[in-house]
Each structure stands twice: as C-alpha cells, then as structure tokens.
C-alpha cells in the first residue's frame, strides 16, 4: 500500500558486491568473508518486496578458487530461489575468468565474461571489465562492439549495466585511481543516448555514487571489509565495519537508491509491525491528520520521526 503520491516500484533488485569468499581461510587472517555474505543473505529476507534479482558485481572469490565459488553459489543460490530473484554474476579483479566460467556456468575457456539477463522486460548486462593478470579494468574493442551494437535495440524497460570497475572518479580514495577502469571515454560514447538508466559497480569497497555519460552510476560497498574514506594517518585503511549493499527501486522514469547495512544497530525508536495494519485503515486524510500534524497525539510519547 502507498502513502504517498508515487505509485509502487515496478521492480526491485539487490546490488551486492566484493564478498570475497575463500575456500578454506580468513581474508587477511581475520575478515570471515562467509559471515559477511550471510549477515546481507539474511537482511534481503526481511525486505518487502523482495528483490526479483540478486546482482554481485565482482570479486565473488578472494582468490578465484574453485571451492570458493561453489561454496558461493550454495550460500546465494538457494536464498535467491527462497525469495524468487535471479542471480546475475560479473567477473572482478579477483576473479580469474576459467575458474569462474566453469564453476559458475559450465562454461570452459578464457573470454571475457560478458553476458545478458531479462529480469521482467528490465536488460541486465554484466560486462567484464577485469584484464587477466592486473587489477586495473578495461575493456576491449570487440567487448565495445558487442555493447554498441546490444544497445542499439531498445528493452523494454530498459537497461542495467552491471560491471566490476565502475566508470567515476575516486577522491575519497585518490590511490584507488590506479586500478580504475581504464578507456572511459571510448565506453562513454557507447552508452550515451542510449536506454542504460543506471551503470553499478563495486571494486572501492565503499558506497559511492556519480554519474557517467548523462547516466547516474552507483557503487556498492563490500559485505567483506570496507574502506575507510577518512583514515587517520593511512594511505589506504580496510576495516572490519560499515559493510552493505544497495538496493534499486525501479520506476518508469527514476531508480532510488538506497544502502543498506548490513550490521544491526540498536533502536532508539519505532513502533512494532502490527501498527502497520492500523496505519493502514485510516483514510489518506486521517493519516495526514495524525501522522503529519505536529501537535498530534501521535507525537505525545515523542517517537522521534
């Protein structure tokens, strides 16, 4: 039910990104790489609606083992069925590309790991933009063509471009330009005009946002380690908090954003869910009346809205 003037999203997916799942260790000797993938497993159960896809955008495995993606795909697989999403994977830095084809996909061999999704009329394309042997990204000229020319229809409702490196600026974290996508301007005049509404990324391990050829462009954090923005005295600091992930709301002109974290925190105020059936049977002006009128009684007991 809607309270307000827009109408529900017509569609909903979850943008996770970097678990860096490893097969039998720590990452660094203490991040537990799999309890952070289940703390954003557990939290997409609890959103409504749930999410028609799951989309990881890189570095699904800390060392591309083969036991790492399947320990992967037996942790997100079943979650993603329970609450009906499809899965979309995209290759990162840390990926290697036959490990990931073959244990994700059956697939054998070596290519770029390119490939189209339909979630309900909404194109999902997750573009690797990994480059075998270094962190940096990039793309190719035949990975371009191939863009340019999948681009050149139209979907129905458009199109999501998933990719590893996202194409923005990093000033929050100026070493990380270093290993950014490289050919941004030749990617740039592939999308341009085009019906791509969001471009999302990982890699920075913090949420960031920009935009990227008229295209607004979102990043994801890690559910593994974070970066800190604003170390004191560091280079470059990873920590163990302020994990997430992101979810898109999807509209017939707009896509909201929204992170969420991963780590409860304690409430200092709310109300229980059974309150949502009582908000729910008052008319629209008699919510306006207590719910918005700052001398209500609602707001006797101070709920701090």
């Known amino acids: 039910?809607?309270?307000?003037?827009?109408?529900?999203?017509?569609?909903?997916?979850?943008?996770?990104?970097?678990?860096?799942?490893?097969?039998?260790?720590?990452?660094?000797?203490?991040i537990d790489t799999e309890a952070g993938l289940a703390l954003a497993l557990e939290r997409l159960r609890r959103l409504d609606p749930a999410p028609r896809a799951l989309v990881f955008t890189g570095d699904l495995a800390d060392k591309a083992e083969p036991a790492a993606y399947d320990r992967l795909r037996a942790m997100v697989e079943p979650a993603a069925a329970e609450i009906g999403a499809v899965v979309v994977w995209v290759m990162g830095n840390h990926d290697e590309r036959e490990p990931y084809a073959k244990a994700l996909f059956g697939e054998e061999g070596d290519r770029p790991q390119d490939r189209v999704h339909d979630v309900d009329g909404l194109r999902i394309v997750a573009l690797d933009t990994s480059v075998p042997g270094y962190h940096h990204g990039d793309l190719t000229d035949a990975q371009l063509a191939w863009l340019a020319d999948l681009l050149a229809t139209p979907a129905p409702r458009g199109t999501v471009l998933a990719m590893h490196h996202p194409p923005i600026p990093v000033p929050m974290m100026r070493p990380a330009e270093i290993i950014e996508l490289d050919g941004q301007d030749a990617l740039a005049e592939v999308v341009r005009g085009t019906d791509v509404r969001a471009i999302i990324g990982g890699h920075f391990h913090f949420t960031s946002w920009s935009t990227f050829a008229g295209i607004p462009v979102s990043v994801a954090s890690a559910s593994c380690y974070t970066s800190d923005p604003a170390p004191l005295d560091r280079f470059i600091s990873g920590v163990d908090g302020h994990q997430a992930f992101t979810m898109l709301h999807l509209y017939d002109d707009q896509v909201v954003h929204t992170v969420v974290p991963l780590a409860d925190a304690p409430e200092v105020t709310g109300f229980p869910s059974d309150v949502r059936a009582q908000v729910e049977a008052l008319s629209a002006a008699e919510r306006r009346d207590i719910l918005s009128r700052k001398d209500s009684a609602f707001y006797a007991s101070d709920p701090g809205i």
Not at 3 to 29: C, E, F, N, V, W
Request: zero cysteines; hydrophobic letters at 30%; a negative charge.
């Open 1 to 30: 039910m809607q309270y307000g003037q827009y109408p529900d999203p017509s569609l909903t997916i979850a943008h996770l990104s970097d678990p860096h799942l490893l097969a039998d260790s720590k990452q660094y000797g203490v």
